[in-house]
């Protein structure tokens, strides 16, 4: 299936979801380590922007800056052409879904409760959560009888689905996703990436993801960052990276990639 772009009203519920997000010279640091550097980012919106390098390149971080999870040190962080500050995060956060690696379940609650948690604590009535979350399971393909277990009882795959649910259910333009397929089984992971793919094109969300896997980003995104030490090294549409890599470093990733892929060198 292609990327193509659903119109008019998509299958989360809302119409145009075109919200833009910006780094804006944005440095980052962890006492010593300087996590991101100078960074200057555009996320088209409405499409999928992958984030890749190897571990501890500032990817993740970027993600944090994103949703406000950590603040720049130096920069701004914007949405929608506003700075986002610490009188804004709040409203800006209920735009934002977020996944993790593990998904973050309460493990103490059931799918169900764990995905409907903030739309309860905003005052949601009972027929607009059932509403919802019969539109969500359908969208994600989780049999609602699941969401009567506890986070121990699903499978990693199933414990996922419900993971982007609850990151879905307050109808977010903007979804944030940091290695969520990362724990899984291949098979299973092979099959979430398609469903994901599928997802994101029903969404018309802006979204942007968190991966080590060039094949995984390719497979899922339109816009590829790679990263490298806190600093953007290339971006651009997955076949470019591929094909034409401008620096010694995304020469040396894609090619290691496609041993690691294809277990063989070209």
Known sequence: ???????GRSASGSGERLASLQLRGVTKLFGATLAVDDVHLVVPPGRV??????SGCGKSTILR???GLVRPDRGEVVIDGAVIDGKSLAAVRRRMGYVIQ??????????????????????WDAARISARLDRLSALVRLDSALLG?????LSGGQA????????????????????PLAALDPMIRSALQDDLREIFAAL????????HDLAEATHLAHHIVLMRAGQIVQQGPP????????????????????????????
């Open 1 to 7: 299936m292609g990327h193509a772009t659903a119109t």
């Open 49 to 54: 922007t992958a984030l890749i390098g190897p």
């Open 65 to 67: 800056l994103l949703n």
């Open 102 to 123: 593990d998904g973050g379940l309460f493990p103490h609650l059931t799918a169900g409760e764990n995905v409907v948690v903030m739309a309860r604590h905003l005052g």
């Open 149 to 153: 277990r506890y986070p121990r009882e």
């Open 160 to 179: 996922q689905r419900v993971a982007l649910m609850r990151a879905l259910m307050l109808d977010p333009s903007v979804l944030l996703l940091d290695e």
């Open 204 to 211: 018309r969300a802006t979204v942007v993801l968190v991966s």
């Open 239 to 266: 076949g470019e990276l591929l094909t034409s890599p401008i620096s010694t470093f995304a020469e040396q990733f894609v090619r290691a990639q496609r041993v690691l892929n294809l277990g063989t060198a070209e």
